[in-house]
């Protein structure tokens, strides 16, 4: 590989999240392999430019230009076959702030917003808290793969105001396919739902998949689409908050732009714009070895719990650094199980629960982590279940 995907960076110390979380177990060398970011290195071309910004010493007022939107054109024409407009872009702090922000602008309080579950779990904040009501359509699990149940989906859509789809699927890790895509689209067509297409992580795909982003279905689609991105998933860059809606149809792109307006937010990290200009510019490859480099995590860590622990079912890996897989053999229920896996291997997942009833039981494993650290986790997890 031209990049190095191998040295390892404790940010214990760094006001990392998900780091400053586990305590004194940080300090310790004990990684967390929890909230979706990496413990690997941003490309070099993205950490030389954030130099230079950090050189210039002077960061005012920062609001995105053409520049910014001929990278996020670039990337969607390249990498996901869509042809956008500069003006079709709406900018948020994030792609979380932008989903709430969403659920304001199309939907009035109470409304239904309809969920494919389990999932990422402020999907379900973003609705509830802003004093919207929740349906989850359960997906289901057919010959050890998830499928959306379409009937179901179908049922559930009636009355309902919009349709928040994660493409790919946190934290199942499905890809959805362009004819899943479609049926999803049709239903949400004829019940007249509106739909929100999260799909940060979409440059995360695993060999032999491909990634469909919802407007490049056809024009009917994309009229009726928000779309979600960022640059954050891919290149390492979470802490920089830095996300795009794109958005075709006009008045849909206005209510938006009016509520993240209304939300009061006016300024954008230079920081964030310069990273993603580069990594949309210039690190492409890097993006398809970070690929390369996670399913070689998913193959270690498939064949590691095939041979010491074959009850466990790990779900396919399509898409996404997050790897989902079934505990229940183990007999403790979530809550039990988390802390089990917390205190005995000082394992620190994302509990299934977490993304809704249908995850209880399931864990979430980040590996966008250097191959050792992902084997000193799984050997602290065999200890510990071993000595039960
Ligand atoms: C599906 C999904 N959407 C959004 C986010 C977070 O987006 P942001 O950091 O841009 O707010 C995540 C992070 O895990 C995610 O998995």
Not at 19 to 28: M, V, Y
Not at 123 to 143: H, I, W
Not at 241 to 255: E, S, T, W
Not at 355 to 370: H, M, Q, S, V, Y
Request: aromatic fraction near 12%; glycine fraction near 8%; proline fraction near 4%.
């Amino acid at each position: 590989m031209k990049y190095d995907f191998d040295s390892f960076h404790p940010r214990a110390g760094m006001e990392a999240a998900k780091w400053d979380a586990i305590g004194d177990d940080a300090e310790k060398g004990i990684v967390p392999l929890s909230v979706a970011d990496m413990e690997l290195l941003s490309p070099p071309q993205i950490i030389e430019e954030l130099k230079k910004t950090a050189e210039f010493g002077m960061w005012g007022y920062t609001w995105w230009n053409e520049k910014y939107a001929a990278a996020v054109k670039h990337w969607m024409h390249t990498r996901h076959g869509w042809d956008i407009q500069s003006d079709w872009i709406v900018q948020t702090n994030g792609v979380v702030q932008g989903l709430y922000a969403a659920v304001r602008a199309y939907t009035a309080p109470e409304d239904k917003v309809l969920l494919i579950t389990p999932v990422y779990y402020p999907f379900y904040r973003a609705v509830k808290l802003n004093g919207r009501t929740v349906v989850e359509s359960p997906l289901k699990l057919v010959d050890g793969r998830y499928e959306i149940d379409f009937e179901d989906l179908d049922k559930k859509a009636e009355g309902c105001k919009m349709l928040i789809l994660c493409n790919p699927h946190n934290p199942v890790g499905r890809v959805w396919t362009a004819e899943e895509l479609r049926r999803v689209g049709d239903i949400c067509l004829a019940h007249g739902l509106l739909v929100v297409s999260d799909e940060i992580h979409f440059d995360i795909i695993m060999p032999g998949y491909k990634h469909t982003s919802y407007p490049t279905l056809g024009e009917k689609y994309a009229d009726n689409c928000v779309l979600f991105t960022a640059a954050s998933k891919t290149f390492s860059l979470a802490g920089l908050c830095v996300g795009n809606a794109i958005i075709p149809d006009p008045d849909l792109r206005k209510k938006l732009d009016d509520e993240v307006n209304v939300s009061g937010c006016y300024s954008y990290s230079i920081f964030g714009l310069r990273a993603l200009e580069t990594g949309y510019m210039q690190c492409a490859d890097w993006v398809d070895e970070l690929n390369e480099h996670i399913w070689g995590n998913y193959q270690y860590f498939k064949s590691f719990m095939a041979q010491h622990f074959p009850e466990v079912w790990v779900a396919d890996l399509e898409g996404t650094y997050l790897c989902w897989f079934d505990c229940r053999c183990f007999g403790m229920p979530g809550e039990e199980l988390a802390k089990f896996l917390q205190e005995k291997a000082k394992l620190y997942l994302d509990d299934g629960f977490i993304f809704g009833p249908a995850g209880d039981g399931f864990e979430r494993i980040n590996l966008a982590c250097t191959r050792q650290v992902l084997a000193d986790a799984l050997e602290r997890f065999k200890a510990a279940m071993e000595s039960r």
